[in-house]
Nanobody, 120 residues
């Protein structure tokens, strides 16, 4: 079985920085894309950023220039460095990954989420 475990959320003042990380563990043959989503109260879950196994990245327009996604393929981790945070970034942040347990078994996994709160 595969698990995604997030860490690093917390409370920060507007303009501050925060880093959240996610580690995948279990029976892993290959990790394809890894991504971060977020869900604010009363809103739909939205993509923040994604990164492929080769390092190609994609960002939501609202976070471009402020947030950077990175991954360590050797450690099966993905991180989100968030700078110039504002209260609109307040949400539960979820790790997401497309993982193959073997050459034939592939599915998408979600972490349990980590709270990021930005005070004004």
């Amino acid at each position: 079985q595969v698990q995604l475990v997030e860490s690093g959320g917390g409370l920060v003042q507007a303009g501050g920085s925060l880093r959240v990380s996610c580690a995948a563990s279990g029976t892993i043959f290959k990790i394809n894309y890894m991504a971060w989503f977020r869900q604010a109260p009363g809103k739909q879950r939205e993509l923040v950023a994604s990164i492929t196994s080769s390092g190609a990245t994609n960002y939501a327009n609202s976070v471009k220039g402020r947030i950077t996604i990175s991954r360590d393929n050797a450690k099966n981790t993905v991180s989100l460095q968030m700078n110039s945070l504002n209260p609109e970034d307040t949400a539960v942040y979820y790790c997401n990954a497309d993982i193959q347990s073997d050459s034939l078994t592939r599915r998408v996994y979600w972490g349990q989420g980590t709270q990021v709160s930005v005070s004004s």
